[in-house]
């Protein structure tokens, strides 16, 4: 996907951030108590989850706000800040997140 290695660890270090996060959320929210949960989920979406799509619409931004992180083709996926944008409105309980991303 990436024209030389440097590209391909970008796209290897998104495409990691993005993994990292649910195993954020499993950690922080599912797997934690009932009675915690719903005051973790909430801390989740506002600090982790806010934290995670403004780095990665930075780095859209940073180039050009052409639905790449870089380039100009193809590099990774296009849609991945808007899906997150959609189920972060959405999220009411744990399995929310793990039901959209599935």
Not at 6 to 16: D, P
Not at 17 to 31: L, N, R
Not at 79 to 102: A, E, N, Q, Y
Request: proline share 2%; with cysteine; net charge neutral.
């Amino acid at each position: 996907m990436g024209k030389n290695e440097y590209e391909e660890a970008l796209i290897k270090a998104f495409h990691a951030s993005s993994m990292g996060m649910m195993g954020i959320f499993g950690g922080t929210v599912t797997w934690n108590m009932p009675e915690v949960q719903d005051k973790c989920l909430q801390v989740f979406k506002e600090v982790m989850l806010t934290n995670w799509v403004k780095t990665h619409e930075r780095h859209l931004i940073d180039n050009g706000s052409n639905g790449h992180y870089f380039g100009d083709e193809v590099n990774t996926t296009k849609d991945t800040i808007k899906s997150v944008r959609d189920f972060k409105g959405k999220l009411t309980h744990p399995i929310s997140l793990l039901l959209h991303c599935s």
